[in-house]
Every structure is written in structure tokens, then in C-alpha cells.
């Protein structure tokens, strides 16, 4: 049995400052990582796209965890709301996941010298990214409500098990590309400290653009799905 | 009854209909066979012939094999509703998935010996370690349909089925399809514990996808 959405998302009084919060710290980041932070001394400017790159990866995995809890809260409680949560998370997670591997080819192409190399974290993050594609055409080609939302939330658990496998890959296997600078295990980041602060910052304003979008696009969601149950009723 | 007992029950009734119309067979070995043939005469004999090659194109084809097998084995179920009659049953969604991947194994396993053959034939394979070649074999055969069974059951009733279960299944797959390909180039070049290391792989992946399957797949069917 299917309930109507409960109250309309909490976060609809939020969504206009999350917007705000977002446009702000993103204005913020950009200044910072373009003029305030220092140039590297091996790479020069080049290294700034960390800046984009990093923030990327990370909502690439949060959106993929915030898509496997969803999907487990639907298989729970057969809330529409959990439904609505995953699809929003998995869209932007696609487009982020898109815009990271984008970021790192753009990055690699003056450092390592080629556009794409088949190292270990490209390809597994090219295989997470097809999965989502594939999680949001299975979605498309559901046509039942309740069905679309099931044969989803299944597919959001098994496909989590990618991104410790994406974020591993570099330990696990040769890889050209650079071992984890940030979420390492046993030290503190390989980074300077100017370089980490505005990192920091780059992920917290790319984080509240996550949850920005996220609002925006549940929205849509709840009222797609209002109207959906109110057809049936 | 007991689980167990169901599950071979839908495996049996499955090979059974197979067996009257072995279309999924025949059709899963046609393609199999015309896949390795056309990889080894695209790439050339030569290049075609090295273990890791060869390797790669005989478990490229035994994927899609499976994919096939899969289809027609649902595609049997759905066109007259016996998979509804299942679905009711108590602990029929377990059995079903069991059952089907029982069967689907056993279709696989004869698709994938005699593709064995014919690639050793065609492209004059020497072999340095049968055993372990077949050993790499058969944990491929178990590896492969626990995902590419779920894929199908998450696709059932659903546009574009067909374009779909590789779209959901393949990615999944990715390092089982590694995993049998470098297994089975090791045991071909006569690296024997590289094949088992890779046997090994493929077992646990057989097992965790298994179990997996059987978790989620009551949540995945309504």
C-alpha cells in the first residue's frame, strides 16, 4: 500500500537559503581557489582544477550513499518520499560523477599527458558512472509507480558496493593516478595548509550546491508523485 | 517442502521445458559460436590466438550467452503467466531465483564447453593446464548468472528489456569478466597459481552475488 506523500519536504523553508548558502560559498571557493591559494610547486597553476576535481569526487559518493540509504528507506517503509530522495540524488550524482570525470581528464591531459588512460580509478569510476545511468533508465522505463521505485531501490543497494571499490582502486592496483590525499588512512593530509583550508571550503560549497540541487529537484519529485497517486485515487 | 526442494523443483521444471524446446540453448550456442568466430576473423588469427586474447573473446561471448539464456528463460515465464503461479507460492520468490540460476548454470555450462571446443579447435589453442582451465571454467559458469538473473528479474515486464539487462548486468560484472579472463589466460600459459588465484576470486564472487540475490530478490519482485 502506497500513502500519500506526508508533509510536504521539511526543507521547502530552507530551499531559497540553500540557494543563497550555495551562490555565496561557491563565490567564495572560486576567489579562493583561484587567487588565494598558493601555486604548486611541481604542477604551477595547473593543480587550481583540484579545487573542482576533489569537491566532484566526493559528492559523487555522497549522492551514491545518500541514493543507497534512500533506497533502503523505500524497501523499508514503502515511503514515496525515500523514492523521491533517491531519484533527486542519483540525477545529481550522475551529473556530478560526469562533471568529475570530465575534471580529471581535463586535469590529466597537461600532467599525465593523455585525455584517458586505463588506469584502475578511470575505469571504475566510468563503471560507477554506467551504472547510474543505467539505475535512471531502469527508472525511465518503469511505467508502475510502485514497481519503478522497488526495481530501483534494489538496484541503489547493490550498486553502492562501487564506490569503495572506486575510492580503493588506487591502494589495490598499479594506478598512475595519485593515492588518496585527503581521506587516507593513518595520517593527516599530504596537503599545505593554505591548499587544504581552500579545500575544505571547495567542499562545502560544493556540498551545499548538492543539497541545493537536491531540494530543488525533490520538489519536483513530490509533486510529480502527488499528482501520480492523486490520479490513481 | 523445503526451500531447497523448491528451487530445484523450478530448476527441473526449467531444464525440462528446455529440453522439449531448446530454443535459448540453440540460440545461445549459435550466437556464442558466430561471436568467436567473428572476434578471431576481425582481429586475425594471430592476435587471436594469444591466451589473453583468446581468453577475453571466449568470456566476452559466454556473457552475452548468458544474457540470452536468461531472456528466453523469463520470456518462457512470462508468456503464460507461470511465473505468477510461482509468486504466490510461499517462498516462491526464492525458489524462483534459485531455480532459475540452477538452470540457467547448467544451459551455460553445456554453451560454454562446447564454445570451449570449438575455440580450441578454431584458433589451435594449446592448453598447458586442462584441470585448471576447466576449474576456471566452471567457477565462471557460477559467477556470471547470480547478477546477470537479478538484472533480468529487475527488468522483468519492463521497455527495452533486452537493451536493458546487459545495461544493468555488465557493469556489475566488469570484475568477473576479469577475473575469467585472466584466470583462463593463466591456465592456458601454464601459470598455475595465478588461475587459482583468480578461481578463487570468481568463487567468492559466485557466492557473495548468490547470497545477495537471494536477500534482495523477495524485495525486487511485487
Redesign the interface.
Known amino acids: 500500500m502506497i500513502e500519500t506523500t506526508a508533509a510536504p519536504f521539511p526543507t521547502i523553508r530552507v530551499r531559497p537559503w540553500l540557494g543563497v548558502l550555495a551562490i555565496g560559498s561557491s563565490a567564495i571557493a572560486t576567489f579562493m581557489a583561484l587567487v588565494w591559494a598558493p601555486t604548486d610547486a611541481v604542477q604551477g597553476d595547473v593543480y587550481r582544477i583540484l579545487y573542482v576535481h576533489v569537491p566532484l569526487a566526493w559528492l559523487a559518493y555522497l549522492a551514491f550513499v545518500v541514493v543507497f540509504i534512500a533506497s533502503l528507506g523505500w524497501l523499508w517503509t514503502k515511503r514515496p518520499w525515500f523514492d523521491a530522495l533517491a531519484v533527486a540524488s542519483a540525477e545529481i550524482g550522475v551529473l556530478f560523477t560526469g562533471m568529475f570525470i570530465v575534471a580529471g581528464s581535463i586535469w590529466a591531459k597537461p600532467t599525465w599527458g593523455v585525455w584517458w588512460t586505463w588506469d584502475p580509478r578511470l575505469v571504475t569510476t566510468a563503471v560507477m558512472f554506467m551504472m547510474y545511468v543505467g539505475y535512471l533508465l531502469l527508472r525511465s522505463l518503469s511505467t508502475d509507480f510502485s514497481q519503478r521505485a522497488t526495481r530501483a531501490a534494489v538496484l541503489g543497494v547493490i550498486a553502492v558496493i562501487d564506490i569503495p571499490i572506486v575510492h580503493l582502486s588506487v591502494l589495490w592496483m598499479n594506478s598512475l593516478h595519485q593515492l588518496p590525499t585527503v581521506m587516507r588512512a593513518g595520517g593527516s593530509p599530504a596537503l599545505d595548509a593554505a591548499m587544504g583550508v581552500t579545500l575544505l571550503v571547495s567542499v562545502i560549497a560544493f556540498t551545499l550546491v548538492y543539497f541545493a540541487f537536491l531540494a530543488e529537484r525533490m520538489a519536483v519529485e513530490l509533486e510529480r508523485q502527488r499528482r501520480i497517486l492523486e490520479a490513481r485515487a | 517442502m523445503s526451500a531447497l526442494d523448491r528451487a530445484l523443483l523450478v530448476a527441473a521444471r526449467e531444464l525440462a521445458a528446455e529440453r522439449r524446446h531448446p530454443d535459448g540453448f540453440v540460440a545461445a550456442l549459435t550466437f556464442t559460436g558466430l561471436l568467436v568466430l567473428m572476434e578471431s576473423l576481425a582481429l586475425g588469427p594471430g592476435q587471436a590466438r594469444q591466451p589473453g586474447v583468446a581468453s577475453a573473446l571466449y568470456w566476452i561471448a559466454i556473457l552475452f550467452a548468458a544474457t540470452l539464456v536468461a531472456g528466453r528463460s523469463f520470456d518462457r515465464e512470462l508468456e503464460d503467466d507461470a511465473i505468477d503461479a510461482i509468486l504466490v507460492l510461499d517462498g516462491g520468490r526464492e525458489a524462483l531465483y534459485a531455480g532459475k540460476l540452477v538452470a540457467i548454470s547448467v544451459v551455460l555450462a553445456i554453451v560454454a564447453l562446447a564454445a570451449a571446443v570449438l575455440s580450441l579447435l578454431l584458433l589451435d589453442l594449446e592448453v598447458a593446464l586442462a584441470g585448471h582451465v576447466v576449474l576456471v571454467g566452471i567457477l565462471g559458469v557460477l559467477a556470471l548468472p547470480p547478477v546477470i538473473v537479478?538484472a533480468t528479474l529487475?527488468?522483468l515486464?519492463?521497455?527495452?528489456r533486452v537493451a536493458?539487462v546487459p545495461?544493468?548486468s555488465f557493469?556489475?560484472l566488469?570484475?568477473q569478466l576479469v577475473a575469467c579472463t585472466q584466470g583462463a589466460a593463466a591456465a592456458l600459459t601454464g601459470d598455475a597459481a595465478a588461475a587459482l588465484g583468480w578461481a578463487g576470486i570468481l568463487a567468492a564472487f559466485a557466492l557473495v552475488y548468490g547470497v545477495?540475490g537471494l536477500t534482495?530478490v523477495p524485495?525486487?519482485i511485487?
Request: hydrophobic share 75%; no cysteine.
Open positions: 537479478l529487475l527488468a515486464r519492463v521497455r527495452a536493458l545495461i544493468l557493469p556489475i566488469i570484475p545477495l534482495i524485495a525486487a511485487e
